[in-house]
């Protein structure tokens, strides 16, 4: 069974940076999609980020131009570089593995605030 472990979440001022990392084993990772989703209080769950095998990204919306996913296949890890943090953005954040069902793990989440 795959093993995913967020770390970096914290407290952070608006307009503050923090950069998420997510390591992951027991799965081949370099083959997997790689995503960030995040659930708020009260919100629907929602993807962030994604970065598929070949290095393609796609972002929401509401975080483009401020977030960045990358991924470092030799240390097996995934990436979430969020600037110019806004309370909104404030949520636990996941990392999600995923292949062709049932392939599909996540990782069980860090706290990001965003608060003055």
């Known amino acids: 069974q795959a093993q995913l472990v967020e770390s970096g979440g914290g407290l952070v001022q608006p307009g503050g940076s923090l950069r998420l990392s997510c390591a992951v084993s027991r799965i081949l990772f370099s083959i997997y999609t790689m995503g960030w989703y995040r659930q708020a209080p009260g919100k629907q769950h929602e993807l962030v980020a994604s970065?598929?095998?070949?290095?393609?990204?796609a972002y929401a919306d509401s975080v483009k131009g401020r977030f960045t996913i990358s991924r470092d296949n030799a240390k097996n890890t995934v990436y979430l570089q969020m600037n110019s943090l806004q309370p909104e953005d404030t949520a636990v954040y996941y990392c999600?593995?995923?292949?062709?069902?049932?392939?599909?793990?996540w990782g069980q989440g860090t706290q990001v605030t965003v608060s003055s």
């Open positions: 970065i598929t095998s070949g290095g393609s990204t």
């Open positions: 999600n593995a995923r292949l062709d069902p049932p392939n599909d793990y």
